[in-house]
């Protein structure tokens, strides 16, 4: 099926594609949108399978197709449940979903050298933010006289792991080892609460080739967990905390059994999340529909983040199809709020970020920040040159892709050009950290050897 483009912006279309083809031959790596006769852009699969994991950043993906974004671009779309993130990574590999909601470390990791190896590509990022630290109750007794109070005798936010410290100090005293969940080795949350235990001198343990449990050296035993089991494992006393993405820390809360003590925009303020991924062959034999996918998520994006949309998407997510947990829940950290200790609900409007902030636009220096940590934590077992991490990304990471969509939907009137970032792909330099350390994508080494924790290069 042929997606029909209105007359009137047909003139600015073909504009904008002229310019995007420049007359030459088609550079490598380069997508080019085809817009044939009458305005008609070319859908060469318009019937497709994308997956996902039941959290709410996967978000775009409900609303491009509740929406009808999907069908606008002359696409029709099943969304599928997986059951966990290394299922997400093989079926995207072998073909049998077209493309998936996938933690950002996934394709990076793939086209690093570390796990299952692949060309996978990312032209949209999912969101910003959104992900927590939750500890057990009997935890948080502990750490609590251990952090500051304000006047009306609420902790002071943001937590550091500093308080934890002499929490592990006792259970190491009482031969008990201190152990927390994650999702997956190369998810953002692995890396999130490596960072944070380190800041406060706490060594998260190490990888090598030939040890892949990230354990060596480590004074909490971090193992991976799926989202969903989290609160029930936490319940059961198999791990002490975690971090993850919502609505598990939330569950937490609304079950009674632990405390988030941290978020991620705590940690990294409003750092990248999880990304849309395909594989680089799909992309290079159906160009035109990569860019009506990404035109999709875009708008979805842009639609979740206008405020007096979050309630409606809030329904959405609750349904059993997409992230079936209960509307109360969801809404805890959707419409604007998170709740910590219960009954301490604070305003965090940016704890869930989809659109604003340039949230969509797979930044190059976003994903050199995964490939630092992957070497820093053993991952990547051998130092690189500085040039490996730039070029690395570039392979992945396709703001190019995103540019095409992006200037097609302001051709239609869809979004504003003003939403655009005039960039090289990098951020610039930000200290908007935890520790307050200094983050320049463009000087990977230097960055790596900043920490006192780690490999140094």
């Known amino acids: 099926m042929k997606h029909v483009i209105k007359k009137s912006v047909l003139p600015l279309l073909l504009a904008i594609l002229l310019v995007a083809c420049g007359g030459k031959e088609k550079k490598a790596n380069e997508v080019v949108p085809t817009v044939l ?12 399978t994308f997956g996902f994991i039941k959290l709410t950043d996967m978000a775009p993906l409900a609303i491009a197709k509740e929406k009808g974004f999907f069908e606008e671009e002359g696409l029709f779309v099943s969304v599928e449940a997986q059951s966990n993130w290394k299922n997400v990574l093989d079926r995207v590999i072998d073909g049998q979903l077209d493309g998936s909601h996938m933690l950002a470390g996934q394709p990076i990791a793939a ?19 959104g992900n927590g630290i939750t500890v057990s109750n009997d935890v948080w007794s502990k750490m609590k006289p251990n952090v500051p109070m304000d006047e009306e005798g ?37 890396y999130e609460i490596r960072y944070w235990l380190a800041a406060a001198g706490i060594h998260p343990g190490m990888y090598t080739a030939e040890n892949v ?19 029930a494992t936490l319940e059961s006393g198999t791990i002490y905390g975690y971090c993850v993405g919502e609505p598990w820390n939330q569950q937490a809360v609304f079950k009674g059994i632990g405390v988030p003590v941290v978020t991620n925009y705590d940690i990294w303020k409003n750092n990248p999340e999880k990304v849309f991924v395909m594989t680089k062959k799909f ?66 409007p940016d704890f869930n970020v989809f659109y604003k902030y340039n949230a969509t636009y797979p930044f190059y220096s976003d994903g050199i920040w995964f490939l630092t ?10 130092a690189k040159p500085a040039a490996w991490y730039q070029e690395t990304i570039k392979e992945i990471y396709r703001p190019d892709i995103w540019k095409k969509a992006a200037d097609l939907l302001v051709a239609e009137g869809k979004i504003p050009k003003t ?24 000087d990977p080494i230097g960055y790596i050897n900043s920490f006192a924790i780690g490999n140094k290069d």
Do not use: C
Request: proline share 9%.
């Open 111 to 129: 086209g690093a050298g570390f796990g299952r190896q692949a060309k996978l590509v990312t032209a949209f990022s999912m969101d910003l933010n």
């Open 283 to 348: 992309i290079d034999d159906n160009p035109n529909t990569t860019v009506a996918v990404t035109k999709a998520l875009i708008r979805a994006g842009k639609w979740l983040d206008e405020p007096s949309n979050r309630a409606e998407a809030v329904k959405i997510l609750s349904k059993p199809q997409y992230v079936g947990a209960p509307e109360e829940v969801l809404a805890n950290s959707m419409t604007g709020t998170f709740e910590f200790e219960k009954g301490d609900k604070r305003a965090m």
């Open 373 to 382: 940590q992957m070497r820093r934590w053993g991952q990547i077992t051998e």
């Open 419 to 442: 939403d655009i970032p005039t960039t090289d792909g990098y951020k610039p330099i930000t200290t908007d950290f935890i520790d307050g350390n200094k983050y320049d994508a463009k």
């Open 154 to 190: 609420k902790p002071v936010h943001p937590i550091k792991a500093d308080a934890l410290k002499p929490v592990i100090k006792s259970y190491k005293n009482d031969n008990k080892p201190f152990k927390m969940g994650m999702v997956f080795p190369v998810s953002t949350h692995n």
């Open 37 to 48: 006769e009458k305005g008609k852009l070319e859908i060469e699969k318009p019937q497709l």
């Open 213 to 231: 449990q990230g354990q060596i050296d480590a004074e909490v035993l971090l193992s991976v967990t799926p989202p969903p089991q989290m609160p």
